[in-house]
């Protein structure tokens, strides 16, 4: 737990000491909740020494906590709830990734919340790298997997407040095991088999250290393709908390997921059925679902999942699914399909199908087995699973600017279904509420917020959700689900009140091609106009929420704008030029943009969009281009950790070259901004990290290279141990990071050109 939690009006809980701040409100009953009241200073012992008006600074990005709804337990009476604070995460080892018994640190706080009372109790005071929980079937027990070092299996009792360790028999946790307790009392979870902890380890050195390494390229699978499948090798067993005992469900095998019936008597699971190393990615990769009933073998439910999305009921055994537009139902114990809604199956032979057929994507099943969820292009639609029947629950008549709706919750009584409504083309997002029995659908709120994971109770009575707005981090929110008037439990970081915090707006504007594009602007505190602005770029960017950098850069004097791209399949490159530049322009125009001061950087894609960018066009004053390739070429096949991930995002995926590299060679050629390294006039500060497995620091340092022997304005920082964007490695490397793009955007758009030096001036963009 923070240091200094405020519990309103029930009582006070300290614990050990931490920089970090947490404010928690208690509730009334559920009829009494209301919108009033919300506890949102700190304990005075924890406040904060800055002025008012201070601008933010990286120790206050550090100290940025994260609050989150966990599960409900099945009698609605506790929630869990998961606090993480940002600087808790420091340490993060880069040059493990790709190595399946190590986990990225991602600490974070548990406490126990009285749905009723509001009072919370600590579970974890001490940050741990939390996995799965799942609550026991009568609410008793809470199980915890961590992800430490050594995962854990812990135990939570609710009756005496206490936290046990559950021993395994010896057999190791798997690191990515969902959790799953039985009416019985037993708790099905995944673990490892003997020698897996050794084998990882011996592969990892190997490829990692050596001293020799060999590849053949005869053989099934990419060397650390081998590797990230042990990730999955699991065995799925029942335990006995009480003695330990360990029974087998599902024997070692490539398990990617499972589920099972409360009974435990059915279970089933998605098996990964690679033979070799898949270049196509994605939908293509093969995959089967098999199962078992009691103590008879396991069957082969579906022999392959390509093209198939399945959703099982809470009982384990009925399931629904999606394939070629149609949605079935069908059961472990009766697999015959039976169509739902959707065009019927395609003759042999028949290829042909008319535009006017609906076609739909299963969304939700109901836990009860009851009604479906699907949607379609006309919107979300529930469907009777008992008789097709159809209501339309979120109409959609626009596509292209009408509203989303998609399905936020449902109640695990399987009578209330929660709805998130958000436009297109405005600020304008709501909750709304379907009571099935009731045959009703209720907007429950509708503003300019956003609600993030939305969580109702068991019985659809409480509502759990993330409200945050104007670029602030979230806070914890509960209501009564039927009239909601929600009250702040939690507010995430009351420290900020002391920062003078920038504003939000959204902005639509035409691109080069006449088409609508919407962007998120970040205005300093008191607005200001003929600002040195700041495009962060990457490609669609809509929702205010949360940014720590684009915080701190406009809590200094500089409007952020985030602007959005259509792309076009082999000529990624013009995207940015023709949506960002006119962003540019639009806010120009309005007046708050100085056009002689603009600066623009992306992280990963967005970096080498930066780098792409600054090829095509003089005006911009200063780039920056975080962990981001400039060499398509030599991109293409590298980054080994991640397998094939380079090649099939080149030829189909974000990159959006369309074809291979020996299809489209010249493709390749014109979207490597190295090679037109001469054209640059943009000072360039390249950010790499020394461990970065997704884009390796040697292909960004072809930039530095190129441009020093052209003579151009470049710098290029390396993080040494750090890895893919913001260095995470400690404190010291996470300031100085943000130092530098701070320092890099006000030598150049901020000071007089006087002060630049004279050796940099003749290359500046005129």
Do not use: C
């Not at 928690?24 to 949102?40: D, F, H, N, R, T």
């Not at 009792?157 to 798997?174: E, H, P």
């Not at 309005?590 to 990963?604: F, M, P």
């Amino acid at each position: 737990m923070p240091a200094f939690l405020t519990v309103h009006p029930r009582r006070a809980l300290r614990t050990a000491a931490t920089s970090a701040t947490l404010a928690v409100a208690a509730i009334a009953g559920p009829s009494q909740l209301s919108a009033q009241g919300a506890v949102s200073a700190a304990a005075p012992s924890a406040a904060p020494s800055a002025a008012p008006s201070a601008a933010l600074t990286p120790a206050d990005l550090l100290d940025v906590q994260t609050v989150s709804a966990g599960d409900y337990s099945p009698d609605g009476k506790w929630l869990v709830v998961r606090i993480a604070r940002r600087g808790d995460g420091l340490g993060f080892v880069a040059a493990r990734d790709g190595d399946p018994s190590y986990t990225r640190p991602a600490p974070s706080r548990l406490l126990l919340l009285n749905t009723a009372t509001g009072d919370t109790t600590p579970i974890l005071s001490t940050p741990r790298t939390i996995g799965t929980l799942a609550w026991s079937r009568q609410s008793e027990r809470l199980a915890i997997s961590t992800r430490d070092t050594i995962p854990q299996l812990l135990i939570w009792d609710v009756a005496t407040r206490k936290l046990r360790v559950q021993a395994l028999s010896g057999a190791r946790l798997a690191e990515n095991s969902d959790l799953s307790w039985t009416d019985d009392g037993r708790l099905l979870l995944a673990i490892r088999e003997r020698q897996w902890l050794s084998e990882v380890r011996a592969r990892f050195d190997s490829l990692v250290r050596g001293p020799i390494s060999v590849q053949v390229g005869t053989e099934p699978f990419l060397a650390w393709d081998v590797l990230r499948r042990l990730g999955n090798r699991a065995i799925v067993v029942a335990l006995t908390p009480q003695s330990a005992r360990l029974d087998t469900l599902i024997p070692a095998s490539q398990i990617s997921s499972w589920n099972a019936s409360p009974d435990g008597q059915r279970i089933s699971w998605r098996e990964d059925r690679n033979a070799q190393t898949n270049y196509e990615g994605g939908p293509s990769n093969e995959s089967r679902l098999l199962a078992r009933l009691g103590r008879d073998s396991a069957r082969v439910v579906f022999a392959s999942l390509r093209g198939v999305t399945v959703l099982q009921a809470a009982d384990g055994d009925r399931y629904a699914f999606a394939r070629d537009g149609a949605i079935y139902l069908a059961s472990l114990t009766d697999t015959t399909p039976r169509r739902l809604i959707g065009p019927a199956p395609r003759a042999r032979g028949d290829s042909a199908r008319g535009n006017d057929v609906e076609r739909f994507t299963l969304t939700g099943f109901s836990p009860s087995g009851a009604d479906v969820v699907v949607s379609s292009r006309t919107g979300l639609h529930l469907v009777r699973a008992a008789d097709g029947a159809r209501r339309t629950i979120g109409a959609v008549t626009d596509t292209i600017r009408g509203p989303r709706f998609a399905l936020a919750d449902w109640s695990r009584d399987g009578r209330t279904l929660l709805l998130s409504m958000s436009s297109r083309t405005t600020w304008d997002r709501a909750l709304i509420r379907v009571t099935l029995a009731a045959d009703r659908i209720d907007t429950l709120v509708r503003d300019g917020r956003l609600y993030g994971a939305p969580k109702l109770s068991p019985d659809g009575a409480r509502l759990a959700v993330m409200i945050a707005e104007n670029g602030r981090p979230a806070d914890l929110w509960l209501g009564d689900a039927v009239m909601f008037a929600p009250k702040r439990l939690v507010e995430s970081n009351p420290r900020l009140a002391s920062r003078a915090l920038p504003s939000t707006k959204l902005v639509e504007y035409l691109d080069a091609d006449g088409r609508a594009q919407f962007g998120v602007l970040t205005m300093p505190a008191g607005g200001g106009r003929a600002l040195p602005t700041v495009f962060s770029v990457y490609e669609d960017f809509f929702d205010d929420s949360f940014d720590a950098t684009t915080m701190l850069l406009a809590s200094r004097g500089y409007a952020v704008m985030k602007p959005s791209v259509t792309f076009e399949t082999g000529y990624p490159g013009e995207a940015w030029l023709k949506g960002v530049t006119a962003s540019a322009n639009k806010l120009i125009e309005l007046g708050i943009a100085d056009s002689s001061k603009l600066g623009v950087h992306g992280t990963s894609y967005g970096g080498y969009a930066t780098n792409l960018l600054i090829t095509q066009t003089n005006r911009f004053k200063a780039a920056i281009n975080i962990s981001g390739k400039v060499d398509l070429v030599s991109f293409y096949t590298d980054s080994p950790r991640l397998g094939v991930r380079n090649v099939n995002a080149a030829e189909k995926t974000q990159d959006r070259i369309g074809a291979t590299m020996w299809e489209q060679p010249q493709k390749y050629v014109q979207h490597s901004a190295v090679l037109f390294a001469d054209r640059i006039k943009t000072p360039l500060l390249l950010v790499t990290g020394g461990e970065d497995h997704n884009v390796p620091a040697i292909n960004t340092r072809e930039m530095y290279f190129a441009l020093r022997r052209l003579g151009k304005p470049v710098e290029w920082v390396n993080y040494t141990n750090g890895g893919h964007g913001i260095p995470m490695t400690n404190a010291a490397e996470f300031a100085d990071w943000h130092n530098r793009l701070l320092g890099w955007y006000d030598r150049y758009l901020k000071p007089a050109a006087a002060t630049i030096p004279a050796s940099e001036q003749q290359h500046l963009p005129r």
